[in-house]
């Protein structure tokens, strides 16, 4: 299995530009979360999906923040527009419903807003 | 609100010795507790779990230790080595009525040789 695989790794773009991140979890499992990583702020849970469907998105920062996940395979974390505050690196991670609560994530995607 | 705590700074130790880091919650009462280790510019990685009925568990060099009653959990490495230089992240889970899994701060332990 390749893990979860999330693209790009790095992007960078200047404030008010639309910015789409890509998740690909791993096959059979049905949970799917997005956190951000900042030195200040540590990692956050910005929403998580069990079976395609969002269950807590209390963590999303504001309206300019929109996550879907359209199928068991793919996710994409949406930002429109972008800020420099927005800057961090980005977590996907999926997990397997039954058994532990265990995440697997993937690399991350580091975002650079100028 | 909830909350989970571990030492902000980064702990130094001699190649050899055992490194032991803090993890306290607040506002909590986790099933279980897990802790994930972090290389830079790499994702979080599952190391261990601990259920709240268990006082201990280890594997290889690490043990962890969860007291509920504390509302604290202890990861050690014993005999540590420069390879485990990393950042070291504590997740009591779950949390409230949902399952999602909130993230301690972290703590960077530098293992001199």
């Given at each position: 299995d390749a893990g979860v695989i999330q693209s790009p790794r790095h992007e960078v773009t200047e404030m008010?530009?639309?910015v789409t991140l890509r998740c690909k979890p791993i096959s059979g499992h049905n949970s799917l979360f997005w956190y951000r990583q900042?030195?200040?702020?540590?990692?956050e849970l910005l929403i998580y999906f069990n079976n395609n469907v969002p269950i807590?998105?209390?963590g999303m920062p504001e309206d300019r923040f929109?996550?879907?996940m359209p199928n068991a395979s793919f996710s994409t974390?949406?930002?429109q527009p972008s800020e420099p505050r927005d800057s961090a690196v980005y977590f996907c991670a999926s997990r397997e419903t039954s058994g532990a609560n265990v995440l697997t994530f993937g690399a991350g995607s580091r975002l650079t807003v100028l | 609100s909830q909350k989970i705590e571990q030492n902000s700074e980064?702990?130094?130790i001699q190649e050899g010795k055992t490194a032991t880091l803090t993890c306290n919650y607040t506002n909590y009462s986790p099933a279980y507790l897990q802790w994930y280790r972090q290389d830079p510019g790499r994702g979080p990685v599952f190391l261990l779990l601990i259920r709240e009925n268990e006082k201990e568990k280890r594997k290889e060099r690490l043990k962890v230790t969860f007291d509920t009653t504390l509302k604290q959990s202890l990861f050690h490495i014993t005999a540590s080595q420069p390879a485990d230089s990393a950042t070291y992240l504590c997740a009591p889970g779950p949390g409230g009525a949902t399952n999602k899994?909130?993230?301690?701060?972290?703590?960077?332990?530098a293992v001199q040789p």
């Open positions: 008010g530009q639309e900042t030195m200040m702020r540590g990692l807590d998105d209390s929109s996550a879907k974390l949406k930002i | 980064a702990l130094n899994l909130i993230f301690g701060t972290g703590t960077l332990l």
